[in-house]
Nanobody, 122 residues
């Protein structure tokens, strides 16, 4: 059975940093695009970042470009989201997900984690 498990969320002050991890088990995701999404209260889930299977191609939402960095370690079946210069507007539940091709649409992602809360205080 496939599982994606996020970790690294928590409470941080504005301007601080967090590093989220997503560990996958049950199958290899070395050929998959890995992505991060987030959902704030009463808002729709939004795309944050994605990285292709090789790690050579990445894509970011404008709201996080220059502040967040996505990376992956295929040997560990794990990918990461380094979040710097955090703002209160970044407060949300963050989800990792896996898709067959690089894209930003949540409907194209086949596997999802359970989410981890990130709270940024002002």
């Amino acid at each position: 059975q496939v599982h994606l498990v996020e970790s690294g969320g928590g409470l941080v002050q504005a301007g601080g940093s967090l590093r989220l991890s997503c560990a996958a088990s049950g199958r290899s995701f070395s050929s998959y695009t890995m992505g991060w999404f987030r959902q704030a209260p009463e808002k729709e889930r939004e795309f944050i970042a994605a990285i292709d299977w090789s790690g050579d191609s990445t894509y970011y939402a404008d709201s996080v470009k220059g502040r967040f960095t996505i990376s992956r370690d295929n040997a560990k079946n794990t990918w990461y989201l380094q979040m710097n210069s955090l703002e209160p507007e970044d407060t949300a539940v963050y989800y990792c997900a896996a898709a067959r091709i690089l894209n930003t649409r949540s409907s194209r992602y086949d596997y999802w984690g359970q989410g981890t809360q990130v709270t940024v205080s002002s």
